[in-house]
């Protein structure tokens, strides 16, 4: 599934590219027809993202709210647009303010694509946990919700209501890159271990958002092919189960916890309840 540094990164793209200007909004497949036809032809005021959701604010107060979920994917296209390929439930099209180049982009497989009114993206976003790219991100909110907590640490960084935006791959990292064992519960965890882990997630995520790609394995201990098996990420600990740590050479573990594959390193993320900061 995306995490919350593709969102904005879409949601970026998509305001360069249409706000200001009118969109023509359709829905190929069929499924998005009447909610394409209440934004077609309107002016796309703002285009943002909450977490894993994308929303496209236009000028009558309606907003088409966009959840990829996993299968998703936004295809992007300059100039016209041909036939539609396979199911894409919304297309656009617009050239943005000033009358600039033409873009369009499909949308294919989200999990949800839908007109909201305001009350009900204020319901959404009000669910949702800070989300570390934006900038009102209170993290606060989300220690609230950890130090009074029993369960792990990696469930609550999963949880879209005490955390908006991460998924499984900056979970594991970023567990692993302060030495945290996933198994840990909240409220075993320390104020300033907490602190240092939203600072590097932000840091993370906002260079997820202009690398336009997760990037967690810091300099020092990326020695480039042939350390990175093909098909293998450039990770610590996701999806290399059984592989050596890049730090210590244990081999890294994998478990499923409510139903998320889990990855980790015993030897550098040590189980114990007790914070050690």
């Not at 959840?67 to 296209?77: K, M, P, W």
């Not at 100039?79 to 396979?86: A, Q």
């Not at 996701?238 to 998320?260: F, K, N, Q």
């Amino acid at each position: 599934m995306p995490e919350g540094h593709t969102l904005h990164r879409l949601a970026r793209l998509h305001h360069k590219r249409f706000a200001g200007g009118v969109v023509r909004v359709s829905s190929p497949q069929g499924r998005f027809a009447d909610g394409a036809a209440l934004v077609d032809g309107h002016v796309l005021v703002r285009a943002e993202a909450w977490g894993k959701h994308l929303l496209h604010r236009y000028e009558s107060g309606l907003f088409v709210h966009v959840h990829l979920g996993l299968y998703g994917t936004f295809t992007e296209t300059a100039g016209p647009l041909g036939d539609p390929v396979g199911q894409v439930r919304m297309r656009m099209i617009g050239t943005g303010r000033a009358e600039g180049p033409l873009w369009g982009t499909d949308l294919r497989g989200p999990s949800a694509c839908e007109v909201l009114h305001e009350p009900e993206v204020t319901a959404l976003t009000t669910r949702l946990g800070p989300d570390p790219l934006r900038r009102d991100a209170d993290p606060d909110r989300a220690w609230h919700r950890i130090h009074r907590s029993a369960r792990p640490i990696a469930a609550l960084l999963m949880d879209q209501s005490v955390v908006a935006g991460i998924g499984n791959v900056y979970r594991a990292e970023l567990l692993f890159r302060h030495h945290i064992s996933p198994h840990r519960t909240g409220r075993a965890l320390h104020r300033d271990e907490w602190d240092e882990m939203w600072t590097d997630l932000v840091d993370l995520m906002r260079l997820g958002v202009r690398r336009g790609k997760i990037v967690v394995v810091r300099p020092e201990h990326d020695h480039g092919a042939p350390s990175y098996a093909e098909n293998k990420p450039r990770t610590y600990v996701y999806r290399r189960t059984g592989d050596p740590c890049r730090i210590c050479a244990t081999p890294i573990h994998h478990t499923v916890l409510e139903s998320r594959n889990l990855f980790w390193c015993p030897t550098c993320q040590p189980d114990g309840e007790q914070a050690t900061g």
